[in-house]
């Protein structure tokens, strides 16, 4: 069953699982999603409906994707990479191939993509670095020039480091205990990267606190940057109004934006990272 | 099986179904999911004179069935859903309730006033945030006064207050239909920082979890109000349950949450009620309403 579309934006699908498999700290969850991956652009993300028929679980859970193959043996699939913190994270994990899934997407906005062939930086941390795999693919495509600086707490919790390797011209890898790497966070280590590549774009994707440090970095650079944040459960179409944050737009005005429908992607300058969590009193209607 | 006539007739306001949207949870986003223009009628997020920002977040937490939120009634202000949302709707022509709250009667009636000339309304719903009958039945009189007689008017009664009161309250003052419920007033506790999660501290509980509490007060209602229409919201999900509201004795439903679950939601909903009808021999969704208060043949109950 599959709801009437357009050809971009958006679409409903019941589709199912095709595998969930272990990847270092991480569950890799490949899906069948006819309709999703045709549309798929790096920065989207997916919302599923967890816990089977007979749950009462409300709000759906969303997922960066990862990988989306819009042809294959098995028709479109889509990728995404997780870490188990729930109850929901949990059923996913453990679900059977062959378990259906409601599907939705792709949601939110995509990475900008330069015009020009530029350098650019992808930073990840942990698992929320798996969007900036196709992004990197679509950055060569253009001829643009892709580092990719990838951290998480241990080795054991970072991901996606070797692909990395195939998929970019240079890699740099921090960890919080030096197991592997540069001993820090990612944020730590990029000021030095963007000055040796001399990067026209800072990509970016993970905590707040990384994303915030990640904008810093870049501007001071004189750099663009676009940041994903993660979007909380909800609805991820844009109606409950749950994952709103402050951003400021082109006219210099803040608002409280949502996450899932005015991003994921946001440039990493008019996000207020320091008021994340509050509605400021100068955003648009704060009394 | 029969062939089922879902139109309905909402205190003047006609629709194709029963199955309405409730406020906050029906709107553009959904058009990509469902035909906006099959619903009874959709209920715009809630709009206020002057643009709101909302509550802090987090806004929407989830429990056992259910999702207990506060989003502070954030939108754009009445102007800007002048010039955005409602043009939308209107040239689309998608049966159009508008949703209104406001902290003053003054405010109450310039929101009607403004409403009044607006194309593409059809009703006018008043989102009542004190569950006090008195104030009630004001801001409903200023609303019913200030809008012409072709649009009705819906109270969308305050959570927690003496249902039947309030509802009395609305319909003495003008209301042509009242709507049951916006949730249930709810709590919850961060494990980590042992205060209140949601930003706004209190909230109202929805979802599959308040169901019966939703059925009781239209059930309420009905039995001491039984010529006023009656909209039934909470927790509704499944056809069935838009059978027992209106069985109940509601005249439609709105569906909230379930639509945070399932943006096509509103489709199945509709076409599953009007099986659960059939399958019973009820011709249409009006012969289902308050059927349950009925005694049945024979019983001497």
């Known amino acids: ?287 | 099986m029969t062939e089922v006539d879902l139109a309905t007739d909402l205190g003047g306001l006609a629709m194709a179904s029963p199955v309405m949207t409730a406020a906050g949870c029906g709107g553009r986003e959904l058009a990509a999911y469902t035909d906006l223009t099959a619903l009874g009628a959709l209920v715009t997020r809630t709009v206020t004179l002057d643009a709101r920002a909302g509550s802090p977040p987090p806004r929407v937490v989830e429990t056992p069935g259910g999702v207990v939120s506060a989003v502070g009634l954030q939108n754009p202000g009445l102007q800007g859903f002048l010039s955005t949302d409602l043009p939308w709707l209107a040239q689309r022509r998608v049966r159009t309730v508008v949703s209104i709250s406001a902290g003053s009667l003054a405010e109450y009636g310039e929101l009607a006033r403004r409403l009044a000339t607006a194309p593409g309304v059809d009703a006018v719903e008043v989102h009542l945030e004190v569950s006090d009958a008195h104030q009630t039945g004001k801001a409903v009189h200023v609303v019913r006064r200030d809008l012409p007689h072709g649009v009705p008017v819906l109270a969308k009664l305050g959570a927690g207050g003496d249902v039947v009161g309030l509802a009395r309250a609305a319909v003495d003052n003008g209301a042509d239909a009242v709507v049951v419920t916006q949730g249930f007033p709810a709590l919850v506790i961060d494990p980590r920082t042992l205060r209140p999660t949601l930003g706004a501290g209190r909230g109202l509980l929805t979802g599959p979890a308040v169901l019966p509490l939703a059925l009781r007060c239209v059930w309420d209602v009905h039995e001491a109000l039984p010529e006023v229409p009656v909209v039934g919201a909470g927790g509704v999900r499944t056809g069935f349950d838009a059978l027992a509201m209106l069985l109940a004795g509601a005249t439609a439903v709105q569906l909230g949450s379930v639509l945070l679950h399932d943006p096509a939601a509103a489709g199945r909903v509709t076409r599953e009620l009007a099986d659960e009808l059939a399958r019973r021999d009820l011709k249409s969704a009006a012969d289902a309403t308050g059927l349950a208060h009925q005694q049945p043949e024979g019983s001497s109950r």
């Open chain 1, 1 to 287: 069953m599959s709801t009437a579309a357009p050809e971009t934006g958006p679409v409903q699908v019941t589709g199912e699982v095709l595998s969930v498999k272990k990847a270092g700290a991480y569950q890799h969850l490949t899906m069948v999603a006819p309709g999703v991956a045709e549309r798929f652009r790096p920065g989207t993300f997916v919302t599923l409906a967890v816990g089977g028929p007979l749950s009462a679980t409300t709000l759906r859970r969303s997922l960066p994707v990862h990988r989306a193959r819009p042809t294959g043996a098995y028709g479109g699939t889509v990728e995404c990479v997780f870490a188990v913190e729930d109850a929901a994270t949990s059923w996913l994990a453990g679900a059977p191939a062959g378990t259906p899934l409601d599907v939705v997407g792709p949601l939110g906005r995509p990475y900008a993509l330069p015009k020009e062939p530029v350098t650019c930086v992808l930073v990840g941390d942990g698992c929320a670095s798996a969007p900036l795999f196709p992004l990197a693919e679509r950055l060569r495509e253009r001829s643009c020039v892709v580092h990719m600086l990838l951290g998480a707490a241990t080795e054991s919790a970072l991901f996606g480091a070797l692909e990395a390797r195939r998929a970019t011209r240079g890699v740099v890898v921090t960890t919080g205990d030096g197991s592997v790497g540069l001993r820090g966070g990612v944020v730590d280590a990029l000021s030095d990267l963007l000055t040796r590549v001399q990067a026209d774009v800072v990509y970016a994707a993970g905590p707040p606190d990384v994303l915030h440090g990640v904008a810093r970095a870049a501007e001071a650079h004189g750099a663009w940057s676009q940041t994903a944040v993660d979007v909380p459960d909800g609805c991820g179409t844009g109606l409950c109004l749950g994952c709103v944050l402050p951003v400021v737009g082109e006219d210099g005005v803040t608002r409280m934006v949502r996450a899932c429908a005015e991003g994921p992607v946001f440039r990493g300058d008019r996000v207020r990272w320091r008021d994340l969590g509050t509605v400021p009193a100068d955003a648009r209607g704060a009394s």
